[in-house]
């Protein structure tokens, strides 16, 4: 009950199980084309270029930025967390100028700062911000942040690592230009793969770039030869069969729950939770207006020690739960409940276990 | 029994199902840590700088150029199949100025063309080359055109995505400098992580760069702070937890069986294929002195029809034999006889059903 990997189920870990087929294998293909499909379903949307990166949600950040920055390029970048961070080193490693955005950790991304921003930088070409921020767990508003950086000629990099299928998220509703995500949050399936999608709109621009992407490995360009629908198929890299198969299966499993239910269940068990830890006097460090239900920050008691407690329930409890990050650290834990892990019975062995801990 | 993914063993898959534990949890650090031993056992090297990437083989070598290369450094890139190529991209994509040594497919790289281009280029800093060419069955000389890289002045970048566990590699003795591989050839682990090692030279080099390697995903300066040996992890990126239980799990069927022992078998079954071969008059498309044992390329007999056989032996014997590549499409098949699967029952089966085909 960390910040992620989130607990696997059966199922999914099954599935991994499943002897290795030839990436190039029609069988596995078969597989590939009905993961976009299911890919397309929890990004609510119908593009294209959607698929998953075949490496953590890091290098699914990475592919975002690298295909969509050219040399000199302007990204106005959103942080309220340690993850705005990390995008402000991709655009500058990208050869773009950064833009910062600063919020306080805990809060959302203000709108009057980036509207602020888009005013001042009028040649700007990207606004990148974080959906879900796992070191704080607060969600942005990622409908309004995209309606103004579009109104000021801009698209948007989104970051839903821990966004997706726990929180709302219409890409095409929402007219997200490019968005990543991770499968290791609320997709339940083992870290190692970065969903991805990216609107006409961002394939355009890749498309017509004029430098070559500087990654040969994260080069959309030639990835979509691979993951494109057609039955032509161009080998580009070895694609990590087993984890494809894990994800394939978690899909499966929240095609069969419904994304609205599953949406509507991480809501019902941050509830739950939240009125447990109330119970303990323990209080939420983000506005209950923005608070994500799948990543709970909640604040350290007075006197207690944040790191006997951790590995006591780690080691008395077999219970993890996450540190703080940054400014963060020891003064606030990261309750997950994410995916297959957001339950009740969970909620109630954490809530009995953190009560007897402290 | 193509170029690969090779076939995973049923211990190996049963690791990768063994249900994701966190990756700052001290059970799975302890795991790496073994995960590292292992890989510093098949490398035959004691480099701390030995792990395995996030991310497939090509990952892999973007790892190795991305982080020794600075911009306008000059790299010799010898080609001698579809990998050299490869390394061409990276070269230029990380703002390097890449000087070619072309050898014919199917010919290992030409140490007096290496040295020509040595002579001719005194400022290039590294020599790129393909140990074990996957694309055409051919293995180079790696210790001396490492060492006649090092009498220029050179580091080397080896590919041994196909050597490693198949063939005899012994980075320190032999002084490689920077090498990745792949999981899913001859170790048999599922596809997704590539294995790499760099000598103290390496390391000093990406010390002490004067630019930000080009890609945050991948910079070692950040990664090592993470696997390294010592007792704090910092959280640079989620690791790939059960795919490195599969990797674990297929490094310690190749301790059990012995690297030397291993080496020897794969010499041994690939005599045992070609002598049946022969038997069906089909030749191998390299010479003999630098074959390949755990990648056979073979002549596809005159009046045969490529894509007809290998899709009846898919269809009918559930046989998987690899096609070739660029200018020997059509005219080569790949049979791989790689880690797990290199065996006589295999050959046997791909014999039998190679000729009930024919």
New interface residues.
């Given amino acids: 009950m ?1 910040p ?2 989130s ?2 189920s059966d199922r999914v ?2 599935a ?8 190039l ?1 029609p069988e596995f293909i078969s597989m590939m084309n009905e993961t976009k499909e299911l890919l397309q379903y929890v990004f609510q949307t119908k593009n294209e270029w959607t698929f998953a990166v ?6 699914g ?2 592919c975002c930025f ?1 295909n969509l920055i050219e040399s000199g390029d302007k990204v106005i970048v959103c942080q309220n967390g340690v993850f705005g961070g ?1 995008m402000r ?2 655009v ?3 050869g773009g100028e950064a833009i910062m955005v600063n919020d306080k950790w805990g809060c959302p991304v203000d709108l009057e700062k980036v509207e602020m921003a888009l005013k001042e930088h009028p040649d700007a070409s990207i606004v990148a911000f974080v959906h879900a921020e796992t070191s704080t767990g607060v969600e942005s508003d990622v409908q309004n942040i995209t309606k103004l950086a579009h109104e000021n000629g801009c698209m948007v990099i989104v970051d839903s690592v821990t966004g997706l299928v726990g929180s709302e998220l219409r890409v095409d509703e929402w007219e997200i230009d490019a968005i990543y995500s ?1 499968t ?1 949050k609320c997709l339940s399936a ?3 793969l970065s969903p991805i999608s990216f609107n006409e709109r961002a394939a355009q621009k890749i498309k017509s770039r004029t430098s ?6 994260l080069d959309l360009n030639l990835i979509m030869g691979y993951w494109a629908g057609d039955n032509k198929r161009s ?9 494809l198969y ?1 994800l394939h299966e978690a899909l499966l499993m929240v095609n069969e729950e419904g994304l609205e239910q599953s949406w509507q269940r991480h809501r019902e068990n941050h509830l739950l939770l939240k009125e447990g830890l109330s119970d303990l006097d323990i209080d939420f460090l983000v506005d209950s207006n923005c608070r994500l239900p799948q990543l709970n920050a909640v604040v350290i008691p007075d006197h207690v020690d944040d790191g006997i407690v951790r590995s006591k329930l ?1 080691n008395d409890f077999n219970l ?1 739960i996450g540190a703080g ?1 940054g400014d963060l650290a020891g003064r606030v834990w990261r309750i997950g409940l994410m995916g297959h892990a957001s339950n009740p019975k969970n909620i109630e062995y954490c809530l009995s276990a953190l009560k007897s801990v402290l």
Same sequence: chains 1, 2.
């Fill in positions: 960390g992620g990997p607990d696997v870990l099954r991994m199980a499943s002897p290795t087929l030839g990436h294998d075949s490496a953590p949600g890091s290098a950040m990475e690298a990390r080193e991709n500058e490693r990208c991770g290791q083992p870290p190692g070559k992407v500087q990654s040969w490995f080998y580009h890299h070895t694609a990590p069969v087993n984890c894990g780690l993890e990050l």
